[in-house]
């Protein structure tokens, strides 16, 4: 069955870095477009980083522009967050999600708390 699994997250000071690993299994993941969203409480989940099929092209939110980086290893099923000058208003569950012709699969989601 389709699987996506995320880790890395945790408990970091502001200023410092995470890298959240997706790992998807259940389907063919090169061919899907790869995201990351994140859900404050108290707030709807938002669109942090996205990804082609191919790798190719990327495209990030306005917040985490020049700080956040999305990538992904084909051969290894796995999409990457590098998260880097991490601030408080960072702190939220962080899903990762595949999509293809209107279909979508979620993840379960890792904390991600910035915080001194």
């Known amino acids: 069955q389709v699987q996506l699994v995320e880790s890395g997250g945790g408990l970091v000071q502001p200023g410092g870095s995470l890298r959240l690993s997706c790992a998807a299994s259940g389907f063919t993941f090169s061919s899907y477009a790869m995201s990351w969203y994140r859900q404050a409480p108290g707030a709807e989940r938002e669109l942090v980083a996205g990804?082609?099929?191919?790798?190719?092209?990327?495209n990030y939110a306005d917040s985490v522009k020049g700080r956040f980086t999305i990538s992904r290893d084909n051969g290894k099923n796995t999409v990457y967050l590098q998260m880097n000058s991490l601030k408080p208003e960072d702190t939220a569950v962080y899903y990762c999600?595949?999509?293809?012709?209107?279909?979508?699969?979620w993840g379960q989601g890792t904390q991600v708390t910035v915080s001194s």
């Open positions: 999600k595949a999509a293809r012709n209107g279909m979508g699969y």
């Open positions: 990804i082609s099929s191919s790798g190719r092209n990327t």
